[in-house]
Nanobody
């Protein structure tokens, strides 16, 4: 069982940066691939980025590639999403997720956090 708690969301102007974090409970954090997803009002949840258990592999949605960076610190049981050059269309609730598969599919993740709101003003 893994519990995930996101933090770091907030309001930022377009072009700005923000880093969201996800702290995991449990001693097996390093066994999980981690992912970030987001859901904007009236839209379906969409994949943002994922990172392998070791951190050696990452994969991004085309919409954030080159602007967002996912990373993890297994010693701190934390995964991060650094978001640069933010756009109003990045406004959403951001969720972190943990699973045993390195995948971009939401069904591949077993545990989810409650989400943190990111709002980008124009």
């Amino acid at each position: 069982q893994v519990q995930l708690v996101e933090s770091g969301g907030g309001l930022v102007e377009a072009g700005g940066s923000l880093r969201v974090s996800c702290a995991a409970s449990g001693r097996t954090f390093s066994s999980y691939a981690m992912g970030w997803f987001r859901q904007a009002p009236g839209k379906e949840r969409e994949f943002v980025a994922t990172i392998s258990w070791s951190g050696d592999s990452t994969y991004y949605a085309d919409s954030v590639k080159g602007r967002f960076t996912i990373s993890r610190d297994n010693a701190k049981n934390t995964v991060y999403l650094q978001m640069n050059s933010l756009k109003p269309e990045d406004t959403a609730v951001y969720y972190c997720a943990a699973g045993y598969r390195f995948t971009a599919q939401a069904v591949g993740f077993d545990y989810w956090g409650q989400g943190t709101q990111v709002t980008v003003s124009s």
